[in-house]
């Protein structure tokens, strides 16, 4: 008697799944910054991954305008509507630096 379900339909559901959650997330994030303790507290617990992200110079510069109530909420909804102001850095080849 074969599965119910075969490992392709397991790994596509996976990966939509993942997709959703990953979006979910983004729009919780963007939701929850704008009220002044909660983001702050979201602010401080992503800082890490935001400076990783674009950089030590523009990831302080983003989380430094976040922290800020009002700086930080009307950035927000700038950006919900015109994209990141200060972009990511350039990923690393793999392989070295050749």
Same mark, same amino acid.
């Given at each position: 008697? &074969?599965?119910? +379900?075969?490992?392709?339909?397991?790994?596509?559901?996976?990966?939509?799944?993942?997709?959703?959650?990953?979006?979910?997330?983004?729009?919780?994030?963007?939701?929850?910054?704008?009220? &002044?303790?909660?983001?702050?507290?979201?602010?401080?617990?992503?800082?890490? +991954?935001?400076?990783?992200?674009?950089?030590?110079?523009?990831?302080?510069?983003?989380?430094?305008?976040?922290?800020?109530?009002?700086?930080?909420?009307?950035?927000?909804?700038?950006?919900?509507?015109?994209?990141?102001?200060? &972009?990511?850095?350039?990923?690393?080849? &793999?392989?070295?630096?050749?």
């Amino acid at each position: 008697m &074969p599965a119910p +379900y075969s490992k392709a339909k397991k790994a596509k559901a996976g990966l939509t799944s993942r997709a959703a959650r990953a979006g979910g997330f983004k729009l919780a994030k963007r939701l929850v910054k704008p009220i &002044p303790v909660v983001g702050t507290c979201v602010t401080v617990g992503l800082a890490g +991954y935001e400076i990783r992200k674009k950089g030590l110079r523009n990831g302080i510069i983003h989380v430094g305008l976040d922290l800020i109530p009002v700086v930080g909420t009307a950035k927000g909804v700038v950006e919900f509507f015109t994209g990141d102001w200060l &972009p990511d850095r350039e990923p690393k080849k &793999p392989g070295g630096a050749s």
